[in-house]
């Protein structure tokens, strides 16, 4: 077996202890790029995406690699994920380490309604 990047062990790690804690709870994962970061809401029951946002949209390309471009998806995708029905999450930070714009999204998102 090829070795794996810490980024790729973090990923995996992450991802083993969340399905632990899901319990059919639809699941918020976060991407982040160098300029753009990007969160989806998905029902692994179904294999659905609920509600999408990320600093690609119109009304968020502003401030698109700062930590404020960050909280203004995290606002976005708790309005639009209450807008499907979904109120109660579980975080997926991938490999990204929780600090930052992950952080940032993941803060605005609770402030918004979301639960997790």
Known sequence: MAKLSLFDRRRRRVRTSLRG????????????????????????????????????????????????????????????????????VVFDRGGFLFHGRVKALADAAREGGLEF
């Open 21 to 88: 804690l899901s319990t059919g709870k639809p699941r918020l994962s976060v991407h982040r790029s160098g300029r753009h970061i990007y969160a989806q809401v998905i029902d692994d029951t179904a294999g659905k995406t609920v509600a999408s946002a990320s600093t690609l949209d119109k009304d968020l390309k502003k401030n698109a690699a700062t930590r404020e471009g960050a909280a203004a998806v995290g606002k976005a995708i708790a309005e639009r994920a209450k807008k499907a029905g979904v109120s109660a």
